[in-house]
């Protein structure tokens, strides 16, 4: 909703601007000129970049009209569901969760809390340590140091997308000033007509420029920023993950560790810790 709210504002303001200064938007209007732009960023694009890259772009882009699902209440239900497994590791031994961890889908625990068991990523990421912690072969530093070299190649997937995407945007100025010196030399070759068609030309060459500039800042750049913000997200949630999960293997109980990880979140979008022991509470009930 805000992307295509903010695409309005960027087309009502340039143009408006045009307008009103006595433009006239029929000389803006060159398919041929956004055609080479178009399809030369497009082109670039593709030969750029690796098929999987491609793949990850498309499926990414789609995302960008959707509101962000790292909200409070899926922070509090990830919290609250770290509390009861790890409440229940604390009072009948590591070995008791094994169940849970070997058959998440089955779960009586993670059966409680449907948005976090939906997410496949994010529940082999907490199986898969806990399933470290219930083994015991390895101590907490070791843990924090496969952790950390999962979520910065997780990151580093997730901002693949957005990085493709801002060097496409990076070269759409460059596009536009081909398809502008494309319009100068059709205009040089025709010296001969009237100045009043020549300097027609010769606007809608400079049209080009116009238009890959405002692309690249107006329409894609900012389709790059948002990719990385919600790339950024992501990583956010498995930090807090991360952070929980240590915070128990060193010792605190888990109402200690869950708070670890509370923290760890987007002032945005952290609860309370009121807020999470409520939470906490009614699941529990």
């Known amino acids: 909703m805000f992307v295509i709210l903010g695409y309005l504002v960027v087309i009502g303001s340039v ?26 960023a497009l082109g670039a694009f593709v030969v750029s970049n690796s098929q999987k890259t491609l793949k990850a772009t498309a499926s990414a882009l789609p995302g960008i009209l959707a509101s962000s699902k790292f909200t409070k209440a899926r ?10 497994i790890l409440s229940k590791a604390r009072k009948e031994g590591l070995m008791a969760i094994e169940r849970d961890v070997e058959s998440p889908a089955e779960s009586p625990i993670f059966g409680r809390y449907p948005t976090v068991s939906k ?13 470290m912690m219930v083994s015991g072969n390895l101590n907490a530093h070791e843990i924090e140091g496969l952790m950390d070299s999962e979520i910065d190649t997780h990151h580093h997937e997730a901002l693949v997308p957005s990085s493709a995407i801002q060097k496409m945007a990076d070269g759409l100025p460059a596009f536009g000033i081909v398809a502008a010196v494309m319009g100068v030399v059709h205009t040089m070759g025709s010296v001969g007509k009237p100045p009043s068609e020549l300097g027609m030309m010769i606007a809608h060459a400079l049209v080009g420029t116009f238009l890959g500039i405002l692309l690249a800042y107006g329409f894609v750049g900012p389709v790059a920023t948002l990719m990385g913000e919600k790339a950024d997200e992501a990583t956010k949630e498995l930090q807090c993950v991360k952070t929980a999960l240590l915070a128990s293997m060193q010792g605190y109980p888990p109402a200690i560790a869950v708070e670890f990880g509370r923290k760890v979140l987007y002032s945005t979008e952290r609860p309370s810790f009121a807020e999470l022991e409520q939470h906490v509470r009614q699941k529990r009930a």
């Open 15 to 40: 143009l408006g601007g045009y307008m009103l200064a006595g433009g006239h938007l029929h000389s803006l209007m060159q398919p041929l000129e956004l055609l080479m732009i178009g399809g030369g």
């Open 75 to 84: 922070y509090m239900e990830l919290m609250a569901l770290l509390y009861d």
């Open 119 to 131: 997410d496949h990523h994010l529940v082999e990421f907490i199986t898969d340590y806990l399933r």
